[in-house]
């Protein structure tokens, strides 16, 4: 099993910059591909950002890209979002998550452990 904790949420005003972090504990080594995602009320859960095991590879949802920044430490521990310029229209629970695969994926069901959540508002 894999346990993922975020952190790093909270209430920023639009244009402001926020620093998610999750921490990774467990049977880490069998996550290899990890992720961001969002889920506003009422609406389903969706892709944000991913990132290769080495790091080397990312990708993000057009609505964020040029914005966010997906990384990980080189323990493979730790993987983080830094969210510049943000919007009212980025306010969402963000949530990580980990699957056991190579590859990088968008799809919510390809992933195999997710966090808690953490709440980011952002206010106009």
């Known amino acids: 099993q894999v346990q993922l904790v975020e952190s790093g949420g909270g209430l920023v005003q639009a244009g402001d910059s926020l620093r998610l972090s999750c921490a990774a504990s467990?049977?880490?080594?069998?996550?290899?591909?990890m992720g961001w995602f969002r889920q506003a009320p009422g609406k389903e859960r969706e892709f944000v950002a991913g990132?290769?095991?080495?790091?080397?590879?990312?990708d993000y949802a057009d609505s964020v890209k040029g914005r966010f920044t997906i990384s990980r430490d080189s323990a493979k521990i730790s993987v983080y979002l830094q969210m510049n310029s943000l919007k009212p229209e980025d306010t969402a629970v963000y949530y990580c998550a980990a699957r056991k695969s190579r590859y990088l994926s968008r799809r919510r069901w390809d992933y195999d452990y997710w966090g808690q959540g953490t709440q980011v508002t952002v206010s106009a």
């Open positions: 990132i290769s095991w080495s790091g080397g590879s990312t």
């Open positions: 467990g049977r880490t080594f069998s996550t290899v591909v």
